[in-house]
């Protein structure tokens, strides 16, 4: 309960990062989600992941739309900025926060009727304008919050709790958000926290609009035989593309693209993310293959989880727009107003 606060007492020997924080700097309030649901797994890996990157908390803007995903920016990073925006609008409230002040770091956190059914052209216009930003969509097929009705990304003939079968195509946002141009695309699984640390880290490091479809099973709504969003079929459907691990830094890079063997990519940072080959014909670097690889996935009723596409130095937002490298909300009058002379000559031009 939200009302019960946390302990404030730990072990002195209690493991810190570089920056001397601990784990519990990165925690928020305790979850008022169902026990066992899929999202607490997710905010228990982007706290682990903001740890072990040593973010400073209050660089990070969390923002999210309406459902239980968007609540869960409560339950972590209680010391960065939040917003719990409109249902499906998140996107716009983030680019405008991104273009206001670009020095913090975004997450996006949202769910599959947040950002695929009411949300679902806001979602697309913030991967396609590249705004740098980790957007997470806390995927379990269901409105979950409103208690169970089918949401966009359930499948083709999975079944609801109460056993009506879902007769409309599913939307793939990972499938969308290749075509959108984003140029970091992964999926995971809530229960893979060895795979989903990673790929959280990879994409806070990334620049540009890094999108992660998360399957989070609702076990309150979508958990039961019938369902594809449930744990056991989840577990038993999973086709990891290659298994992660994410190193910050500068270290000299050897990379190998043998089947089986380790794959070491270079991001614009000088960070490395490492990737254990496990298909020999798969390129994260090819959008197209990708998208092939997907479909080809889909078709064998099995779900491609891992980094499933990376493009580096592509550039955000900000570059397109080509603003001041500085945060507009720093700029002071002498920036923002550039006198009368200024303005004659501008309107002048649009005469
Ligand atoms: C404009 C508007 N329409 C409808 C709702 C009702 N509503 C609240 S949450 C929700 C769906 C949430 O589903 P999802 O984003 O998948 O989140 P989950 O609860 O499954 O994590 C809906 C339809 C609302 N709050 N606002
Ligand atoms: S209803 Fe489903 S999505 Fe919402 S908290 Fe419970 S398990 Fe999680
Ligand atoms: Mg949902």
Redesign the pocket.
């Known amino acids: 309960m939200t009302y019960l606060a946390k302990p404030k007492f730990h072990h002195p020997a209690i493991e810190t990062n570089a920056l001397g924080f601990t784990h519990r700097d990165y925690e928020g309030a305790i979850s008022t989600l169902c026990a066992g649901c899929g999202?607490d797994s997710i905010s228990a890996a982007i706290m682990r992941a903001c740890f072990e990157l040593s973010l400073p908390p209050h660089r990070i803007a969390k923002l999210s739309?309406?459902?239980?995903?968007?609540k869960t920016p409560t339950y972590f990073l209680g010391q960065s900025h939040g917003f719990n925006s409109?249902?499906?609008r998140m996107p716009s409230v983030l680019t405008g926060a991104n273009l206001a002040n670009r020095d913090l770091i975004y997450l996006g956190v949202?769910?599959?009727?947040?950002?695929a059914?009411?949300g679902f052209g806001q979602f697309a216009h913030a991967i396609r304008r590249a705004v740098n930003m980790v957007y997470i969509v806390?995927n379990?097929g269901?409105?979950?919050?409103?208690k169970g009705?089918f949401?966009a990304t359930s499948d083709r003939g999975s079944k609801s709790k109460k056993g009506v079968l879902n007769a409309d195509s599913p939307i793939d946002l990972v499938t969308i958000a290749l075509q959108l141009g984003a140029t970091f695309v992964a999926r995971s699984f809530s229960g893979d926290k060895d795979q989903l640390v990673p790929l959280i880290k990879a994409a806070l490091e990334h620049e540009g609009a890094a999108f992660i479809d998360c399957i989070s099973p609702?076990i309150a709504f979508n958990n039961h035989d019938g369902s594809t969003k449930s744990f056991d079929y989840v577990r038993a459907h999973n086709a990891a593309l290659n298994s992660l691990d994410f190193m910050t830094g500068k270290a000299p890079i050897t990379a190998d693209y043998a089947e089986g063997a380790m794959q070491e990519i270079a991001l614009h940072d000088g960070s490395t993310i490492r990737l254990r080959k496990l298909n020999g014909d798969y390129d994260i670097a090819d959008r197209a293959a990708a998208l092939g690889h997907l479909y080809r996935v889909q078709a064998s009723g099995e779900i491609a989880t891992g980094l499933i596409y990376l493009e580096e130095g592509a550039g955000d937002l900000h570059a397109r727009l080509n603003t001041d490298a500085r945060p507009l909300n720093a700029l002071g009058d002498r920036d923002l107003v550039p006198g009368a002379a200024a303005l004659d000559r501008i309107n002048a031009g649009l005469r």
């Open positions: 999202h739309g309406i459902g239980c995903s968007s409109v249902h499906g949202s769910g599959d009727g947040d950002s059914s009411i806390e379990n269901v409105y979950g919050l409103t009705q949401s609702c």
